[in-house]
Nanobody, 118 residues
Framework: QVQLVESGGGLVQAGGSLRLSCAASGRTVSTHAMGWFRQTPGKEREFVASISRSGGGPNYASSVEGRFTISRDDNKNTMYLQMNSLNPEDTAVYYC???????????WGQGTQVTVSS
C-alpha cells in the first residue's frame, strides 16, 4: 500500500506561483509512475501532469504545458508540481496519484485546494 499526502495548496493571485508537494509513505514510490489530477465542482476529474518511474517522459495537459513543471525526488519519496503564471481557471482541488504504470493509478491522495483570484 502507498499513502499519498498533498500539501502546498492555498490562495494566490492571478499570475502568481505555488508549489505542490506529494509525500508518499508505506512503500517506496520509485517503482511507481506518478501524476497530478485536478477537479472543480460539477466537472470531471482532469489530468494535469505525469512523470515516469525513472523521472523521465513528463507529460502535461495542454492547458498547463509551459506553466507547470512536475518533478520527483525518490530519495525523499516526494513528488512536486511547480505551478507558475496561475490563472483563475487553475482553481481546483489537486490530487496526487501513483501507480505501477502511467495512466493506471490505483493510489490517490486526499487532495489540496488551489484557489486563484483574479
Amino acid at each position: 500500500q502507498v499513502q499519498l499526502v498533498e500539501s502546498g495548496g492555498g490562495l494566490v493571485q492571478a499570475g502568481g506561483s505555488l508549489r505542490l508537494s506529494c509525500a508518499a509513505s508505506g512503500r517506496t514510490v520509485s517503482t511507481h509512475a506518478m501524476g497530478w489530477f485536478r477537479q472543480t465542482p460539477g466537472k470531471e476529474r482532469e489530468f494535469v501532469a505525469s512523470i515516469s518511474r525513472s523521472g523521465g517522459g513528463p507529460n502535461y495537459a495542454s492547458s498547463v504545458e509551459g506553466r507547470f513543471t512536475i518533478s520527483r525526488d525518490d530519495n525523499k519519496n516526494t513528488m512536486y508540481l511547480q505551478m507558475n503564471s496561475l490563472n483563475p481557471e487553475d482553481t481546483a482541488v489537486y490530487y496526487c496519484v501513483a501507480g505501477r504504470n502511467a495512466g493506471s493509478y490505483n493510489y490517490w491522495g486526499q487532495g489540496t485546494q488551489v484557489t486563484v483570484s483574479s
